[in-house]
């Protein structure tokens, strides 16, 4: 196989949007990213789309009755095991009550607290369905270990009541040096990056690409968010001021004709145009090489970049949504007023 060549610019493709520097003691990337082999097998895995990894963090704790509610949630109410940092199992009720009273405890002792300072963080780690729950598991011990262990008390359990598999990682959110967790973008980013490394390291396929370099131009929706709607929805709650303006925006974009991209719509399709190229422009260089492995990949490039999607926004989405009630009530009526005896 040849030396595989990168484009100038190549990176800008999975360079996440982050503008904090991650400074870590050692890589989580082996081989390096920016290495030809690194390169080359990223594109392989980014060109065959395997899966991506999801790191969340879901939610924060502020005090020991609510800490010990969520580990009561997480454990299925002494029905799982949760494992610690040590690889010590809690398997009773009596147990996690007592994990919450020490890690409230710690916090509270902690004169420099503030009052609404979160006494845990917790992260789910999941992967689609279909993936081994053994090595989903297998791989957030490692993922765990390799951010938190010695710093952070932790405790994690495995779900498999979803398709998708997944973990529940509780977080001490003070270290034993007084330090408190504060996950910032870049953070999250080298947890999704530890995360698909470890999955790597157990034989499964996995990543861990900005939304952008896949074709993705829509945030997915907050939990909280979604909740919200789905109370809307269901009639049990009125609708929130942001989601009142993004629907006016939708309205006047299905109704008014007001289709012309925003300046920041602009800006998302210009950056997908550029991605693009920057991926043809690698498959034609590699469609240029004298390997037969390389002349492959680079049609793989070109097929994946014909199969992404076109860029969206929420209130282009938000617009085909409404035209589709409209559309749906209208028919209901025609059909409503056949029914009707002249």
């Not at 400074?23 to 920016?34: H, I, M």
């Not at 932790?154 to 398709?163: E, G, I, N, R």
């Not at 997908?272 to 490039?301: F, N």
């Amino acid at each position: 196989m040849t030396d595989f060549q990168m484009v100038q610019g190549f990176e800008d493709v999975w360079r996440p949007p982050v503008r904090q520097r991650i400074v870590r003691p050692r890589t989580v990337l082996r081989p390096p990213l920016d290495s030809g082999e690194g390169a080359r097998a990223r594109l392989e895995r980014v060109a065959a789309r395997a899966p991506e990894v999801m790191v969340k963090v879901t939610g924060r704790t502020r005090d020991g009755a609510h800490l010990r509610a969520h580990l009561e949630y997480i454990s299925r109410i002494g029905q799982l095991e949760l494992e610690g940092a040590d690889g010590a199992l809690i398997v009773s009720r009596r147990d996690v009550a007592d994990l919450a009273d020490e890690w409230a405890g710690a916090a509270l002792a902690d004169r420099s607290r503030r009052k609404n300072s979160p006494v845990s963080h917790s992260v789910i780690l999941s992967m689609p369905a279909g993936t081994s729950e053994i090595a989903v598991r297998d791989a957030a011990r490692s993922f765990a270990a390799d951010m938190f262990a010695g710093r952070h008390d932790y405790v994690f359990t495995l779900h498999t009541d979803t398709p998708r598999p997944h973990v529940h990682l509780s977080i001490c959110s003070r270290s034993h040096a007084g330090e408190r967790l504060n996950p910032k973008k870049a953070d999250l980013e080298l947890w999704r990056q530890t995360f698909a490394q470890a999955l790597r390291d157990r034989g499964v396929e996995a990543e861990a690409t900005p939304r952008r370099a896949r074709g993705v131009t829509r945030k997915a929706e907050r939990t909280s968010l979604r909740k919200i709607r789905d109370r809307e929805v269901a009639g049990e709650g009125p609708m929130g001021r942001v989601r009142r303006s993004a629907y006016r925006e939708a309205a006047g974009a299905a109704f008014q004709g007001r289709t012309e991209r925003t300046p920041w719509e602009q800006r998302i399709v210009a950056r997908q145009q550029a991605i693009r190229e920057l991926y043809l422009t690698q498959a034609r260089l590699l469609g240029r090489s004298g390997d037969p492995a390389d002349r492959a990949l680079g049609a793989k490039v070109e097929a994946f970049v014909r199969s992404m999607p076109q860029p969206d926004t929420q209130r282009l989405a938000l617009a085909r949504e409404l035209r589709a009630a409209n559309e749906a009530m209208r028919n209901r009526n025609l059909g409503e007023d056949r029914e009707r005896p002249r």
